[in-house]
């Protein structure tokens, strides 16, 4: 049984940093595509950024030269730098492993950007 479980969310003041993590369990992430949504209350979920098998990432718009994606292969665990937030960014973050027909979810975690 795959599991992906997100942490490293929480409270943080405008401008902080926060780095979130995605472990898995019950299998390699290094065979999947991964990327981090985000959910904010009354909205949509979003696609925030993506990392490809191949190391390629790609990010929205509004988080371009503030968040960092990347992959621990060894460790089986995807990060999400996340820098100079903003109270817009406040929102559940979802990790997302996915290639062919397989798609899995974690549950989230919540990140909060307040004074």
């Known amino acids: 049984q795959v599991q992906l479980v997100e942490s490293g969310g929480g409270l943080v003041q405008p401008g902080g940093s926060l780095t979130l993590s995605c472990a898995a369990a019950?299998?390699?992430?290094?065979?999947?595509?991964m990327a981090w949504y985000r959910q904010a209350p009354g909205k949509q979920r979003e696609l925030v950024a993506r990392i490809t098998r191949d190391d390629t990432t790609n990010y929205v718009d509004s988080v371009k030269d503030r968040f960092t994606i990347s992959r621990d292969n060894v460790q089986n665990t995807v990060y999400l730098q996340m820098n100079t937030l903003k109270p817009d960014d406040t929102a559940v973050y979802f990790c997302?492993?996915?290639?062919?027909?397989?798609?899995?979810w974690g549950k989230g975690t919540l990140v909060t950007i307040s004074s």
């Open positions: 997302n492993a996915r290639w062919d027909t397989w798609d899995f």
């Open positions: 019950g299998t390699r992430l290094s065979v999947f595509d």
